[in-house]
DNA sequence: CATGAATGAGAGTTCATTCAT
DNA sequence: GATGAATGAACTCTCATTCAT
């Protein structure tokens, strides 16, 4: 059944690639579970049905854990941006807002307080190279969505301005995912949400800048 | 029992008064500077210069320190939203908003990991008590701020605006106090982020689409 | 039955130093027993019949077990030094000599693992702290002893010399306890440990030194 | 089975010949670098350029490096005392000595920890076993030349004197290689070393006292 | 009430050893 | 025979909490 001519380590590769997802697996449901603290090395082998070793066999330590949940996560938030992207030009800002809440929603949904621990923890753990490396698609995409709408913005400073949404982005999802508020439906939420980032992206800061009590009756 | 010698109890009463601010105190630099699971309760009594025995008559475990600390961190901006609310009538919407960001960054900056920590741990610990009942000062507190610009608001919702504003500027302090955005100045840090609260509090929802009249009923 | 007067502190501190005796005795035979990678601390404090807590309190890792084990025998055979040297006036070198070595060899039969142990593995540990200040005491002694015999020591580097006497003793002492030659009674390993001693300090390097085939007929 | 054409399993043996040296060579240096404990197996291997398995297939534990690791220093100074047992009938005891003293000193340069570890650690892990086995060849090689040299000999039994001697010898080697006496120059101390030796070996006793004839009948 | 020594469960991590490939 | 991924027991050390003084 096995050919001989079949690559002698692809399978070997194969399993590895396996197991670590395993164990990313695993580590995503302990961790949202428990937290950072809450949460230990021993039980995430045992979710992931392996031994302590083998987590330890490739991840050196309990916070190359988070990274590698970090790094999960900002794969995932780059396909929903790629796949928005893709579609940027038949849509408008708000379209394209609209869309991306809708799907950063459902994502921060199925493991709500993982987020939140990647957005509070990970900062403590290695600040520069985790972030700096794995965010920083995250941070491109979005200045690239944000560019191409730059006729509809009036935010003069690119880079702040996608500083500005990301995190008004991501605490709001977070927040809608975590403790939505009470009575209010997912739509009124949803649009809220976008408005928020519309109304930083597209105020005319004319009238508001000036907004002494004189200038409005 | 209320004898005309008030002193006989009032000193012990002002003794665990002090006693329980310095702990808090000493509480407040230990989490700022280790983070909830590297702060340890021997050493928040060690920097309070009292014993753990004391610790532990004044708090039950090391949770509450971190719920007394929140407390205290509401209080702190109950106090700063009572000022600029007196002064509300003589300020507009968008001078309110950014004498609050203002004084909002300087109390952040002191403690700025301390106030991620309140941001991020403190929901895991008891998620409804300590939050909704010392965070509902703070929520009244916004609420009746927005309410009295209710003019300038173009978000129907006031208990929905309150929610979010509130986010996003606590979101918004924190990053700008623990990871601003490199290269910008404070002045334009604070504008942005009186800018994103103002956007989407004034934003006429109409230029960008969706939001037209005839898309809600 | 306690009387008011007595200090509030000693029977803490007398409490103490007993726990830390008891400690440090239980290390000795745990490490006697297991050597130093063999012996875990938490059978130290098993056999002291304390918490590991405990343990920790008085020693900051396992190291400091060891280092404490050095310092009991330093302090230990510093005794057994003054009291040769109070009575070395009295003594010829060879006496002085014989007693040592019989007082030593009864030290390290108690323990003969342990004190192989601290010589082999303590300097691993710490090289220049523990073992330059404790063990200066027991060079010092030593060398004064040598420096009260000056007119017997052939050898004229003192410094030198008291640096291969040590090495020497020490060797032969722990040898002697730990695995002893077969069929070799007490008297004549003590004899022979003291002829080495005494062949180093006092033998006339002249009639050696050219000791060619045609000097010994 | 021993067909003619040896060459058919020749190769495999010298092969594993090859890779038992290999291994041996690199637990030389990674037990140097680490200690016993320090070390392990995976790195061995690693150093080795095989596989663990590989090292498990020639050394069924740990200790067997170390084992393998003593018949190794144990070869090696088998073939310096034959060297110098060789040109021994030319050479004074004084002149075999310090030629011994200075090949050794030598050899315990290259890998001082090692030789250290092996003194000390060896005798934990099978005491009789390997020591007697592999020692006996140097014991019997000092044996030897001691007894050739017996007329300037003054100890009686020339089996605790070979003892001794080799004690001291390896003692103060090590002591020499590991950590010398500071600010002596290496002539004066091989020629300290070869004193202690031929002290003890040739110091008529009688001087000092205590060993004159009618002390021992 | 205050003290702080004592507790001990529990966590992260290592590494000798095995065995399926 | 060679490989090296997998195992999991075991170890050091921490720290929230208690309670005798």
Redesign the interface.
């Known amino acids: 059944m096995k050919s001989p001519q079949k690559p002698r380590k692809e399978p070997r590769q194969a399993r590895s690639r396996f197991l670590v997802e395993t164990i990313v697996e695993a580590a995503a449901r302990v961790f949202d579970a428990h ?3 809450g949460a230990n090395t021993n039980e995430v082998a045992r979710v992931a049905g392996v031994s302590v070793g083998s987590v330890y066999q490739y991840f050196p330590n309990k916070d190359a854990l988070v990274t590698a949940l970090h790094e999960r996560h900002v794969r995932h938030m780059v396909r929903i941006l790629d796949q928005v992207g893709a579609a940027a030009g038949a849509l ?4 394209a807002t ?1 869309r991306l809440v809708a799907r950063s929603l459902e994502v921060h949904r199925t493991e709500p ?1 993982l987020q ?2 990647l ?3 990970l ?2 753990l290695e ?1 520069q190279r985790a972030l700096s490396e794995a965010s920083r698609a995250v941070l491109d995409r979005t200045r690239q969505l944000l560019a191409r709408h730059s006729a ?1 913005i009036v ?1 003069p ?1 690119l ?3 996608t ?2 949404v990301l ?2 982005f ?3 999802v977070h ?1 809608a995912a ?2 939505p ?1 009470p ?2 439906e997912d739509g ?2 949803r ?3 976008s ?2 980032l ?6 005319a ?1 004319g009238p ?2 000036a ?3 004189a ?2 009756p």
């Open positions: 937290g950072y603290d408008s800002l708000r379209e609209e307080r939140r621990l957005h509070a923890d900062p403590t600040q509809e935010q400073d880079d702040l301005a500083y500005v995190r008004m991501e605490e709001l927040a975590l403790d508020p009575g209010v009124a939420l649009r809220a949400i408005d928020a519309l109304g930083y992206l597209t105020l800061a508001t800048r907004a002494s009590p200038d409005r």
